[in-house]
């Protein structure tokens, strides 16, 4: 071999290896939980999509979300539950398919820890989809279900972005409720609410997965021409109410930024100083 042939042949190798610290770097950099969880193995959409037939797909996010949107044909067990490694092992033992987790996107770790969890209590051949929920609808709309409806609108699928601009500060939020000029609701489930909500006397109560706690406030709204405040007790379970309220055309609306947690804080901070 002569040194010109040596020479490019060295150009050639730091070009592969400089190419793949960039790609390693950039999938770090999107998808966190890939550097987290280094022996999580994961399944990338082309794969997916390829293979869609020959796994099953399983949802580990709460009810509420699977039902708000989903993988169509995914079966929901949650990473949450009590019941999360008897069910997936009851799964591995009815069908021997790959099993593929997943969950909102790509920085939501709870695939990764479903997959990890499943690893630790000997249940194989369990992968992540680590782009998650959003990712898969844009791409398969005819492959996923939205308020119970299949193909999805790729359209009425919310962003992060869209989702911020319906955030209101705690202390903001306060001061709309102190006017009366709002119909103000607690979504918290009845285990975060301890009995005791922010606005005592100036607030409904309703549960988001109990769309029937939630109508009445939405009509109310609606006769009295009025915007919707709403809060949970951290400020991501309303992300997933944001669907139906656009299903049930509810124009204006908003939620506490960070919740009833943010909220708490908020006023701690004013007497801790």
Known sequence: MTRNS???????????????????????????????YPAVKYIELDDLQKQFNNVVVVD????YEYQTLRIKGAVNIPLASKEFVADMKALRARDARQIVVYCNGKTCMKSYKAA????????????SFDRGIMDWAQANPDRAVLLGRSPVDPGRLISKSTFKKRLVDPMKFEE???????????????FQREAVGLFTG??????????????????????QNKPMYVYDAAGKQVRWL?????????SEYYFMKG????YYNAIRAQYVR
């Open 176 to 190: 709309q409720v102190a006017t009366g000029k709002a119909v103000v609701v607690d979504v918290r489930d009845r």
């Open 60 to 63: 580990v996010r709460s009810s």
């Open 202 to 223: 100036l607030e409904g109560r309703g549960y988001i997965d109990d769309p029937s706690t939630l109508d009445k406030y939405i009509a109310k709204a609606k006769a």
């Open 259 to 262: 919740g009833a947690r943010a």
């Open 6 to 36: 040596v020479v490019f042949l060295i150009g050639v190798l730091l070009l592969v290896f400089s190419s793949a610290q960039v790609a390693l770097a950039k999938d770090e950099s999107e998808f966190p939980g890939r550097k987290l």
């Open 242 to 250: 944001m669907y139906y309220l656009e299903d049930q055309k509810v």
């Open 116 to 127: 990890t969890k499943c690893r630790t209590h000997n249940i194989a051949d369990v992968v």
